[in-house]
Protein backbone atom coordinates (compact mmCIF):
# COMPACT_ATOMS: atom_id res chain seq x y z
CA UNK A 1 0.00 0.00 0.00
CA UNK A 2 2.72 2.73 1.20
CA UNK A 3 4.85 1.51 -1.85
CA UNK A 4 1.32 1.77 -4.35
CA UNK A 5 1.77 5.60 -2.94
CA UNK A 6 5.63 6.06 -3.47
CA UNK A 7 4.88 5.04 -6.94
CA UNK A 8 1.70 7.04 -7.69
CA UNK A 9 3.60 10.15 -5.63
CA UNK A 10 7.03 9.54 -7.88
CA UNK A 11 4.71 9.39 -10.97
CA UNK A 12 2.98 12.95 -10.30
CA UNK A 13 6.43 14.33 -9.39
CA UNK A 14 7.92 12.89 -12.61
CA UNK A 15 4.23 14.52 -14.48
CA UNK A 16 4.92 18.20 -12.91
CA UNK A 17 8.50 18.04 -14.06
CA UNK A 18 7.35 17.03 -17.22
CA UNK A 19 4.92 20.03 -17.92
CA UNK A 20 7.18 22.37 -16.31
CA UNK A 21 10.17 21.54 -18.94
CA UNK A 22 7.59 22.16 -21.29
CA UNK A 23 6.14 24.84 -19.73
CA UNK A 24 8.88 27.21 -18.92
CA UNK A 25 10.43 27.82 -22.02
CA UNK A 26 6.65 28.55 -23.38
CA UNK A 27 6.73 30.83 -20.91
CA UNK A 28 9.82 32.52 -20.97
CA UNK A 29 9.27 33.29 -25.21
CA UNK A 30 5.69 34.39 -24.01
CA UNK A 31 7.22 36.68 -21.81
CA UNK A 32 9.43 38.30 -23.81
CA UNK A 33 6.56 38.94 -26.86
CA UNK A 34 8.63 36.28 -28.57
CA UNK A 35 7.52 33.54 -31.12
CA UNK A 36 9.01 30.61 -32.42
CA UNK A 37 7.56 29.12 -35.77
CA UNK A 38 9.15 25.60 -37.31
CA UNK A 39 9.11 24.12 -40.49
CA UNK A 40 10.91 21.66 -43.03
CA UNK A 41 11.45 22.07 -47.11
CA UNK A 42 12.32 19.20 -48.91
CA UNK A 43 14.98 20.21 -50.93
CA UNK A 44 17.55 19.35 -53.57
CA UNK A 45 20.73 18.51 -52.64
CA UNK A 46 22.73 21.71 -53.69
CA UNK A 47 19.64 23.53 -52.54
CA UNK A 48 20.38 27.80 -53.03
CA UNK A 49 19.23 29.35 -49.50
CA UNK A 50 18.85 33.16 -48.94
CA UNK A 51 18.20 34.72 -45.66
CA UNK A 52 17.59 38.69 -45.69
CA UNK A 53 17.20 39.80 -42.21
CA UNK A 54 17.21 43.57 -42.39
CA UNK A 55 16.62 44.22 -38.67
CA UNK A 56 19.51 41.78 -37.41
CA UNK A 57 19.16 38.82 -34.84
CA UNK A 58 21.41 35.78 -34.74
CA UNK A 59 21.61 33.01 -37.23
CA UNK A 60 22.84 29.72 -37.28
CA UNK A 61 23.59 27.50 -40.88
CA UNK A 62 24.58 23.62 -40.27
CA UNK A 63 24.60 21.42 -43.06
CA UNK A 64 24.08 17.71 -42.92
CA UNK A 65 23.22 14.71 -44.64
CA UNK A 66 19.15 14.97 -45.85
CA UNK A 67 17.55 16.41 -48.50
CA UNK A 68 15.57 18.90 -46.41
CA UNK A 69 15.63 22.39 -44.95
CA UNK A 70 14.49 22.69 -41.65
CA UNK A 71 14.16 25.83 -39.93
CA UNK A 72 13.50 27.40 -37.01
CA UNK A 73 12.91 31.13 -36.54
CA UNK A 74 12.27 33.43 -33.62
CA UNK A 75 10.75 36.38 -33.65
CA UNK A 76 10.43 39.02 -31.21
CA UNK A 77 7.28 40.71 -32.11
CA UNK A 78 3.87 39.56 -33.60
CA UNK A 79 4.72 42.52 -35.90
CA UNK A 80 7.08 40.93 -37.63
CA UNK A 81 6.41 38.62 -40.76
CA UNK A 82 8.75 35.95 -42.27
CA UNK A 83 8.14 35.37 -45.99
CA UNK A 84 9.72 32.52 -47.12
CA UNK A 85 9.63 31.48 -51.29
CA UNK A 86 10.84 28.23 -51.93
CA UNK A 87 10.87 27.45 -55.76
CA UNK A 88 10.08 25.65 -57.56
CA UNK A 89 6.97 25.02 -55.24
CA UNK A 90 5.59 21.52 -56.03
CA UNK A 91 8.76 19.74 -55.97
CA UNK A 92 12.07 19.38 -54.15
CA UNK A 93 13.37 23.31 -53.56
CA UNK A 94 16.45 23.76 -55.53
CA UNK A 95 16.40 27.99 -54.23
CA UNK A 96 14.89 29.05 -50.37
CA UNK A 97 14.63 32.59 -49.48
CA UNK A 98 13.68 33.71 -46.09
CA UNK A 99 12.93 37.23 -45.82
CA UNK A 100 12.17 39.01 -42.21
CA UNK A 101 9.65 41.91 -42.91
CA UNK A 102 9.29 44.48 -39.99
CA UNK A 103 5.07 44.89 -40.31
CA UNK A 104 5.41 48.17 -37.78
CA UNK A 105 8.50 50.38 -38.04
CA UNK A 106 7.59 51.79 -34.65
CA UNK A 107 8.74 48.65 -32.69
CA UNK A 108 11.90 49.04 -30.87
CA UNK A 109 15.16 47.80 -32.04
CA UNK A 110 15.32 44.57 -30.12
CA UNK A 111 11.86 43.57 -31.28
CA UNK A 112 12.87 44.25 -34.92
CA UNK A 113 15.28 41.12 -34.24
CA UNK A 114 14.48 37.58 -35.50
CA UNK A 115 16.81 34.79 -34.76
CA UNK A 116 16.86 32.06 -37.32
CA UNK A 117 18.57 28.40 -36.96
CA UNK A 118 18.62 26.22 -40.17
CA UNK A 119 19.90 22.95 -40.59
CA UNK A 120 20.06 22.76 -44.95
CA UNK A 121 21.71 20.15 -47.51
CA UNK A 122 25.68 20.03 -46.78
CA UNK A 123 25.82 20.88 -50.38
CA UNK A 124 23.43 23.89 -50.33
CA UNK A 125 25.05 27.41 -51.27
CA UNK A 126 24.36 30.42 -48.71
CA UNK A 127 23.31 34.25 -48.65
CA UNK A 128 22.80 35.64 -45.81
CA UNK A 129 22.85 39.51 -44.88
CA UNK A 130 21.99 40.95 -41.57
CA UNK A 131 23.04 43.88 -39.95
CA UNK A 132 23.55 42.59 -36.60
CA UNK A 133 23.45 39.69 -34.34
CA UNK A 134 25.85 36.75 -34.72
CA UNK A 135 26.11 34.31 -37.67
CA UNK A 136 27.47 31.28 -37.97
CA UNK A 137 27.49 28.55 -40.33
CA UNK A 138 28.52 25.08 -40.49
CA UNK A 139 29.51 22.66 -42.35
CA UNK A 140 28.40 23.73 -45.84
CA UNK A 141 30.64 23.19 -48.72
CA UNK A 142 28.49 25.40 -51.44
CA UNK A 143 29.46 28.69 -51.97
CA UNK A 144 28.85 31.67 -49.01
CA UNK A 145 27.74 34.73 -49.34
CA UNK A 146 27.43 36.52 -45.95
CA UNK A 147 26.98 40.21 -45.01
CA UNK A 148 27.02 42.12 -41.30
CA UNK A 149 27.01 45.33 -40.01
CA UNK A 150 28.03 45.00 -36.64
CA UNK A 151 27.69 40.91 -36.13
CA UNK A 152 30.46 38.57 -35.56
CA UNK A 153 30.52 35.81 -38.45
CA UNK A 154 32.21 32.35 -38.27
CA UNK A 155 32.32 29.91 -40.63
CA UNK A 156 33.68 26.37 -39.66
CA UNK A 157 34.58 23.65 -42.52
CA UNK A 158 33.66 25.85 -45.62
CA UNK A 159 34.68 23.92 -49.22
CA UNK A 160 33.21 26.49 -51.50
CA UNK A 161 33.85 29.95 -52.25
CA UNK A 162 33.28 31.98 -48.84
CA UNK A 163 32.77 35.47 -48.92
CA UNK A 164 32.19 37.43 -45.82
CA UNK A 165 31.96 41.06 -44.71
CA UNK A 166 31.49 42.21 -41.57
CA UNK A 167 32.16 45.97 -41.01
CA UNK A 168 32.63 45.95 -37.29
CA UNK A 169 32.09 42.19 -36.25
CA UNK A 170 34.76 39.68 -36.31
CA UNK A 171 35.22 36.89 -38.83
CA UNK A 172 36.59 33.82 -37.94
CA UNK A 173 36.86 30.98 -40.35
CA UNK A 174 37.76 27.73 -39.47
CA UNK A 175 39.30 24.93 -41.67
CA UNK A 176 38.25 27.21 -44.56
CA UNK A 177 38.76 24.59 -48.09
CA UNK A 178 37.75 27.18 -50.62
CA UNK A 179 38.68 30.58 -52.11
CA UNK A 180 38.30 32.79 -49.27
CA UNK A 181 37.31 36.75 -49.39
CA UNK A 182 37.19 38.27 -46.24
CA UNK A 183 36.66 42.11 -45.27
CA UNK A 184 36.19 44.50 -42.68
CA UNK A 185 36.76 47.31 -41.32
CA UNK A 186 37.32 47.79 -37.22
CA UNK A 187 36.83 43.82 -36.95
CA UNK A 188 39.17 40.92 -36.13
CA UNK A 189 39.98 38.51 -39.03
CA UNK A 190 40.76 35.09 -37.83
CA UNK A 191 41.93 31.88 -39.81
CA UNK A 192 42.30 28.71 -38.86
CA UNK A 193 43.47 25.61 -40.01
CA UNK A 194 43.36 26.87 -43.36
CA UNK A 195 43.78 24.17 -46.46
CA UNK A 196 42.53 27.13 -48.65
CA UNK A 197 44.13 27.70 -52.14
CA UNK A 198 43.77 31.18 -52.05
CA UNK A 199 42.75 34.13 -49.72
CA UNK A 200 42.48 37.65 -49.79
CA UNK A 201 41.54 38.60 -46.20
CA UNK A 202 41.76 42.67 -45.55
CA UNK A 203 40.60 44.94 -42.25
CA UNK A 204 41.29 48.47 -41.48
CA UNK A 205 42.26 48.60 -37.47
CA UNK A 206 41.39 45.13 -36.46
CA UNK A 207 43.63 41.94 -36.21
CA UNK A 208 44.54 39.11 -39.13
CA UNK A 209 45.23 35.93 -37.71
CA UNK A 210 46.45 32.99 -39.92
CA UNK A 211 47.40 29.95 -38.53
CA UNK A 212 47.48 26.96 -41.45
CA UNK A 213 49.15 25.99 -44.49
CA UNK A 214 50.58 28.08 -47.71
CA UNK A 215 49.69 26.03 -50.28
CA UNK A 216 52.09 24.93 -53.19
CA UNK A 217 49.83 26.45 -56.13
CA UNK A 218 48.00 28.98 -53.55
CA UNK A 219 47.76 33.08 -53.13
CA UNK A 220 47.45 34.39 -50.11
CA UNK A 221 46.75 38.19 -48.98
CA UNK A 222 46.96 39.42 -45.84
CA UNK A 223 45.98 43.56 -45.40
CA UNK A 224 45.43 45.46 -42.81
CA UNK A 225 45.77 49.56 -42.16
CA UNK A 226 46.13 49.39 -38.10
CA UNK A 227 45.71 45.94 -36.91
CA UNK A 228 48.79 43.53 -35.98
CA UNK A 229 48.99 40.68 -38.42
CA UNK A 230 50.26 37.14 -37.18
CA UNK A 231 50.94 34.25 -39.38
CA UNK A 232 51.84 31.23 -38.40
CA UNK A 233 52.53 28.46 -40.89
CA UNK A 234 54.65 25.17 -41.18
CA UNK A 235 58.51 25.74 -42.01
CA UNK A 236 58.15 23.00 -44.40
CA UNK A 237 55.65 25.38 -46.49
CA UNK A 238 57.14 26.39 -49.53
CA UNK A 239 56.10 30.18 -49.81
CA UNK A 240 57.28 33.68 -51.67
CA UNK A 241 56.83 36.59 -49.02
CA UNK A 242 56.71 40.03 -49.80
CA UNK A 243 55.54 41.39 -46.41
CA UNK A 244 55.92 45.62 -45.48
CA UNK A 245 54.71 47.44 -42.73
CA UNK A 246 54.89 51.53 -43.36
CA UNK A 247 54.89 52.66 -39.70
CA UNK A 248 54.80 49.20 -38.40
CA UNK A 249 57.59 46.24 -37.27
CA UNK A 250 58.28 43.35 -38.38
CA UNK A 251 59.20 40.66 -36.93
CA UNK A 252 59.81 37.73 -39.33
CA UNK A 253 61.33 34.31 -37.85
CA UNK A 254 61.82 32.83 -41.17
CA UNK A 255 65.46 32.51 -42.55
CA UNK A 256 64.48 33.57 -46.47
CA UNK A 257 66.45 33.58 -49.49
CA UNK A 258 66.83 36.85 -51.24
CA UNK A 259 64.78 37.70 -53.83
CA UNK A 260 66.30 39.79 -57.13
CA UNK A 261 64.73 42.53 -56.77
CA UNK A 262 62.15 44.73 -54.04
CA UNK A 263 58.42 45.07 -55.72
CA UNK A 264 57.70 47.98 -54.68
CA UNK A 265 59.32 51.78 -55.60
CA UNK A 266 59.56 54.39 -53.04
CA UNK A 267 59.72 52.30 -50.12
CA UNK A 268 59.75 53.05 -46.34
CA UNK A 269 59.43 51.25 -43.13
CA UNK A 270 59.85 47.70 -42.26
CA UNK A 271 59.69 44.26 -44.74
CA UNK A 272 60.67 41.24 -45.38
CA UNK A 273 61.26 40.11 -48.75
CA UNK A 274 62.23 36.47 -49.50
CA UNK A 275 61.33 32.58 -50.66
CA UNK A 276 60.95 29.87 -47.76
CA UNK A 277 62.09 26.47 -49.58
CA UNK A 278 60.96 26.91 -53.03
CA UNK A 279 59.02 29.62 -52.92
CA UNK A 280 55.90 28.92 -54.47
CA UNK A 281 53.07 30.36 -52.90
CA UNK A 282 52.70 33.79 -53.36
CA UNK A 283 52.18 35.40 -50.13
CA UNK A 284 51.62 39.19 -49.22
CA UNK A 285 51.39 40.90 -46.26
CA UNK A 286 50.66 44.66 -45.50
CA UNK A 287 50.08 46.72 -42.74
CA UNK A 288 50.58 50.26 -42.80
CA UNK A 289 51.12 50.92 -38.80
CA UNK A 290 50.19 47.65 -37.38
CA UNK A 291 53.38 44.93 -36.73
CA UNK A 292 53.65 41.85 -38.41
CA UNK A 293 55.11 38.59 -37.51
CA UNK A 294 55.52 35.48 -39.37
CA UNK A 295 56.63 32.33 -37.73
CA UNK A 296 57.17 28.94 -38.01
CA UNK A 297 55.07 26.62 -36.15
CA UNK A 298 56.80 25.27 -32.96
CA UNK B 1 -4.55 31.88 -44.79
CA UNK B 2 -1.48 32.35 -43.35
CA UNK B 3 0.11 28.76 -41.02
CA UNK B 4 0.84 29.34 -38.02
CA UNK B 5 3.81 27.27 -36.03
CA UNK B 6 5.39 26.78 -32.30
CA UNK B 7 2.88 28.47 -29.77
CA UNK B 8 0.85 29.94 -33.14
CA UNK B 9 1.46 33.02 -33.22
CA UNK B 10 4.34 33.79 -36.16
CA UNK B 11 3.93 34.02 -39.49
CA UNK B 12 4.86 32.12 -42.90
CA UNK B 13 3.37 33.75 -45.81
CA UNK B 14 1.39 31.30 -47.65
CA UNK B 15 0.88 31.48 -51.78
CA UNK B 16 -2.77 32.83 -50.43
CA UNK B 17 -0.57 35.35 -48.57
CA UNK B 18 1.18 36.09 -52.12
CA UNK B 19 -1.80 36.39 -54.10
CA UNK B 20 -2.94 38.91 -51.93
CA UNK B 21 0.21 40.73 -52.54
CA UNK B 22 0.29 40.59 -56.27
CA UNK B 23 -3.58 41.82 -55.75
CA UNK B 24 -3.17 44.74 -53.09
CA UNK B 25 -2.28 47.04 -55.44
CA UNK B 26 -4.86 46.79 -58.15
CA UNK B 27 -7.49 46.78 -55.64
CA UNK B 28 -6.31 50.18 -53.93
CA UNK B 29 -6.71 51.44 -57.60
CA UNK B 30 -10.41 49.84 -57.79
CA UNK B 31 -9.99 47.07 -59.03
CA UNK B 32 -12.53 43.99 -58.95
CA UNK B 33 -10.40 41.77 -56.17
CA UNK B 34 -12.82 40.31 -53.92
CA UNK B 35 -9.90 38.01 -52.80
CA UNK B 36 -8.33 40.60 -51.39
CA UNK B 37 -11.11 41.58 -48.89
CA UNK B 38 -11.79 38.10 -47.91
CA UNK B 39 -7.90 36.92 -47.25
CA UNK B 40 -7.52 39.94 -45.32
CA UNK B 41 -10.78 39.11 -43.12
CA UNK B 42 -8.77 35.62 -42.29
CA UNK B 43 -5.59 36.16 -41.95
CA UNK B 44 -4.71 39.01 -39.09
CA UNK B 45 -0.81 40.37 -40.85
CA UNK B 46 -2.82 40.62 -44.46
CA UNK B 47 -5.78 42.34 -42.79
CA UNK B 48 -3.11 44.73 -40.98
CA UNK B 49 -1.64 45.40 -44.34
CA UNK B 50 -4.55 46.03 -46.28
CA UNK B 51 -5.99 48.47 -43.26
CA UNK B 52 -2.62 50.56 -42.79
CA UNK B 53 -2.40 50.85 -46.95
CA UNK B 54 -6.09 52.03 -46.93
CA UNK B 55 -5.32 54.54 -43.99
CA UNK B 56 -2.65 55.92 -46.05
CA UNK B 57 -4.38 55.97 -48.71
CA UNK B 58 -7.24 58.21 -47.07
CA UNK B 59 -4.21 60.42 -45.64
CA UNK B 60 -2.61 60.82 -48.65
CA UNK B 61 -6.03 62.01 -50.32
CA UNK B 62 -5.94 65.30 -47.64
CA UNK B 63 -2.25 66.13 -48.38
CA UNK B 64 -1.64 69.11 -50.26
CA UNK B 65 0.99 69.40 -53.67
CA UNK B 66 3.55 71.34 -52.64
CA UNK B 67 6.81 70.66 -54.27
CA UNK B 68 9.01 68.60 -52.51
CA UNK B 69 12.00 70.08 -51.65
CA UNK B 70 15.13 68.43 -53.37
CA UNK B 71 17.04 65.92 -51.09
CA UNK B 72 20.83 65.96 -51.48
CA UNK B 73 20.72 62.07 -51.93
CA UNK B 74 18.75 62.50 -54.49
CA UNK B 75 20.76 64.44 -56.74
CA UNK B 76 24.23 62.77 -55.93
CA UNK B 77 22.09 59.63 -57.09
CA UNK B 78 21.68 61.23 -60.18
CA UNK B 79 25.09 62.34 -60.79
CA UNK B 80 26.24 58.89 -59.68
CA UNK B 81 23.64 56.97 -62.19
CA UNK B 82 25.32 59.63 -65.07
CA UNK B 83 28.47 58.61 -64.19
CA UNK B 84 27.10 54.74 -64.22
CA UNK B 85 28.89 54.43 -60.95
CA UNK B 86 25.45 52.94 -59.48
CA UNK B 87 22.36 51.60 -60.22
CA UNK B 88 19.20 54.09 -61.48
CA UNK B 89 16.56 53.91 -58.74
CA UNK B 90 13.85 51.72 -60.64
CA UNK B 91 16.64 49.12 -60.39
CA UNK B 92 16.93 49.47 -56.85
CA UNK B 93 18.26 46.36 -55.41
CA UNK B 94 18.66 45.78 -51.86
CA UNK B 95 21.63 46.59 -49.09
CA UNK B 96 23.48 43.61 -49.42
CA UNK B 97 22.96 43.45 -53.00
CA UNK B 98 25.76 45.62 -53.97
CA UNK B 99 27.88 43.04 -52.74
CA UNK B 100 26.32 40.79 -54.73
CA UNK B 101 26.43 42.03 -57.76
CA UNK B 102 29.64 44.37 -56.95
CA UNK B 103 29.35 46.20 -60.53
CA UNK B 104 28.80 49.99 -58.76
CA UNK B 105 31.85 49.08 -56.42
CA UNK B 106 34.15 47.26 -59.10
CA UNK B 107 33.17 50.96 -61.44
CA UNK B 108 34.31 52.87 -58.69
CA UNK B 109 37.00 51.08 -57.85
CA UNK B 110 37.74 50.69 -61.05
CA UNK B 111 38.06 54.54 -61.29
CA UNK B 112 39.81 55.30 -58.04
CA UNK B 113 42.61 52.81 -59.31
CA UNK B 114 42.72 54.35 -62.87
CA UNK B 115 43.24 58.07 -61.46
CA UNK B 116 45.72 57.04 -58.89
CA UNK B 117 47.74 54.85 -61.78
CA UNK B 118 47.16 58.32 -63.99
CA UNK B 119 48.13 60.68 -61.21
CA UNK B 120 52.10 58.68 -60.03
CA UNK B 121 54.16 60.86 -62.32
CA UNK B 122 52.39 64.09 -61.61
CA UNK B 123 52.93 63.46 -57.89
CA UNK B 124 56.76 62.54 -58.44
CA UNK B 125 56.88 66.19 -59.72
CA UNK B 126 54.87 68.01 -57.27
CA UNK B 127 54.68 68.55 -53.52
CA UNK B 128 51.36 69.55 -52.58
CA UNK B 129 49.26 69.91 -49.56
CA UNK B 130 47.31 67.44 -47.81
CA UNK B 131 43.45 67.62 -49.49
CA UNK B 132 45.76 67.79 -52.93
CA UNK B 133 47.09 64.73 -52.78
CA UNK B 134 44.26 62.91 -51.97
CA UNK B 135 42.64 64.97 -55.21
CA UNK B 136 45.20 64.01 -57.27
CA UNK B 137 45.48 60.15 -55.94
CA UNK B 138 41.86 59.55 -56.46
CA UNK B 139 40.64 62.37 -58.37
CA UNK B 140 38.44 65.00 -57.40
CA UNK B 141 34.88 63.67 -58.87
CA UNK B 142 35.25 60.94 -56.52
CA UNK B 143 36.08 62.71 -53.65
CA UNK B 144 33.25 65.01 -54.08
CA UNK B 145 30.70 62.04 -54.95
CA UNK B 146 31.60 60.49 -51.70
CA UNK B 147 31.65 63.79 -49.72
CA UNK B 148 28.08 63.84 -51.37
CA UNK B 149 27.24 60.36 -50.36
CA UNK B 150 28.44 60.94 -46.94
CA UNK B 151 26.44 64.08 -46.19
CA UNK B 152 23.51 62.15 -47.41
CA UNK B 153 24.14 59.55 -45.04
CA UNK B 154 24.17 62.39 -42.29
CA UNK B 155 20.90 63.61 -43.06
CA UNK B 156 19.49 59.96 -43.23
CA UNK B 157 21.73 58.29 -40.44
CA UNK B 158 18.65 59.35 -37.84
CA UNK B 159 16.17 56.77 -39.08
CA UNK B 160 18.92 53.85 -38.68
CA UNK B 161 18.61 51.57 -35.99
CA UNK B 162 20.92 53.95 -33.05
CA UNK B 163 23.71 50.85 -32.59
CA UNK B 164 24.11 50.26 -36.57
CA UNK B 165 23.83 54.12 -36.61
CA UNK B 166 27.11 54.01 -34.30
CA UNK B 167 28.63 51.31 -36.13
CA UNK B 168 28.67 53.02 -39.91
CA UNK B 169 30.08 56.14 -37.99
CA UNK B 170 33.10 54.71 -36.49
CA UNK B 171 33.77 53.05 -39.31
CA UNK B 172 33.36 55.86 -41.43
CA UNK B 173 35.78 57.59 -38.45
CA UNK B 174 38.33 55.43 -38.89
CA UNK B 175 38.08 55.38 -42.88
CA UNK B 176 38.67 59.24 -42.20
CA UNK B 177 41.54 58.79 -40.08
CA UNK B 178 43.13 56.63 -42.84
CA UNK B 179 42.95 58.98 -45.61
CA UNK B 180 44.22 61.94 -43.13
CA UNK B 181 47.25 59.83 -42.45
CA UNK B 182 48.01 58.97 -45.76
CA UNK B 183 47.44 62.06 -46.94
CA UNK B 184 49.69 63.64 -44.38
CA UNK B 185 52.00 60.99 -45.64
CA UNK B 186 52.46 61.93 -48.86
CA UNK B 187 52.47 65.08 -47.81
CA UNK B 188 56.07 64.31 -46.62
CA UNK B 189 56.66 61.64 -48.94
CA UNK B 190 55.55 61.73 -52.05
CA UNK B 191 57.23 58.96 -53.44
CA UNK B 192 55.66 56.31 -50.88
CA UNK B 193 53.37 53.89 -53.15
CA UNK B 194 51.61 52.10 -50.05
CA UNK B 195 50.91 55.51 -48.96
CA UNK B 196 48.94 55.60 -52.19
CA UNK B 197 47.57 51.99 -52.15
CA UNK B 198 46.11 52.89 -48.71
CA UNK B 199 44.31 56.08 -49.43
CA UNK B 200 42.83 54.70 -52.41
CA UNK B 201 41.92 51.56 -50.72
CA UNK B 202 40.23 53.60 -48.06
CA UNK B 203 38.47 55.76 -49.84
CA UNK B 204 37.07 52.53 -51.77
CA UNK B 205 36.12 51.01 -48.61
CA UNK B 206 34.53 54.66 -47.66
CA UNK B 207 32.27 54.62 -50.75
CA UNK B 208 31.29 50.55 -50.16
CA UNK B 209 30.29 52.03 -46.32
CA UNK B 210 28.42 54.64 -47.46
CA UNK B 211 26.61 52.74 -50.10
CA UNK B 212 25.74 49.94 -47.71
CA UNK B 213 24.16 52.67 -44.92
CA UNK B 214 22.45 54.42 -47.69
CA UNK B 215 20.87 51.26 -48.85
CA UNK B 216 20.00 50.00 -45.92
CA UNK B 217 18.49 53.53 -44.99
CA UNK B 218 16.21 52.92 -47.90
CA UNK B 219 15.22 49.37 -47.00
CA UNK B 220 13.47 47.29 -43.62
CA UNK B 221 16.66 47.90 -41.63
CA UNK B 222 15.46 51.08 -39.91
Known sequence: MAMAARNESFLLRKYLYFLLTLLVPAGLLLAAGQERVEKSFPATPNCRIRISNPSGGNIVVRGWDKSQVHAVCVTNSPKVEIDTEPMPVKSDAESLEFVTHVLDQQLTPQEKTTSYELDVPKDSSLVISSPQGTISVEHVSGDDWIESVNGAISVSDGAGLIQVRSLNGNINLVRPAGHVEATSIMGNLTITGSESQKINAQTGSGKIVFDGDFLPIGDYILKTYAGEISVVCPVSDSFSLEAHSVRGKMDNQFKLKDRPHIPYDGLHGASAFGSNNRGQASVTIKSYTGTIHVRPRP | ?222
Open chain 2, 1 to 222: MQEQGGNGAAHWASAACRDFDAQLSDYLEGGDRPGVVSHAAECAFCGAVLSDMLMVRSASAELADDEPSPRVWANVRAALVAEGLIRPPRERRRWTEWLLRPVPAAALTALILLSAFAIRPVLRRHHRTAVDFAELVVGHDVIQNVSQMETAFREQSADLNPTIKRAYEEDLASLNGEIKECNDTLARQPDDSLSREYLVSAYTEKARVLESALELGDGDGR
